[in-house]
């Protein structure tokens, strides 16, 4: 028999916090199709569950994921989406 969970659980942002840590933080999350990445400097980023997210396409043509954000001042690197760049860099600190 199939039961709804309780309603307060939906709003709860403990609840959200511990769905992200077990569902979202502890598997591969899909961001979109190896296509979108052909070439060097192509990049799809994204925001999953909270947690922004990109990859790119190194010099050396392997893919590399990371945090979209700055270590030091947590600027967003890359825009959501997809594109090309040359170089990452910091808006911040450029």
Not at 14 to 38: K, N, T, V, Y
């Amino acid at each position: 028999m199939f039961r709804n969970l309780e309603p307060a659980l939906y709003v709860d942002p403990a609840f959200l916090d511990r769905e992200r840590r077990a569902i979202f933080a502890r598997c591969w999350q899909h961001l979109g199709p190896q296509s979108q990445l052909a070439k060097r400097g192509d990049y799809v980023a994204a925001d999953i569950a909270g947690t922004k997210v990109f990859v790119i396409v190194g010099r050396d043509g392997e893919l590399r994921g990371f945090k979209n954000v700055c270590r030091h001042r947590g600027a967003q690197l890359l825009a959501d989406g997809t594109g090309t760049c040359a170089a990452i860099r910091c808006p911040y600190h450029q």
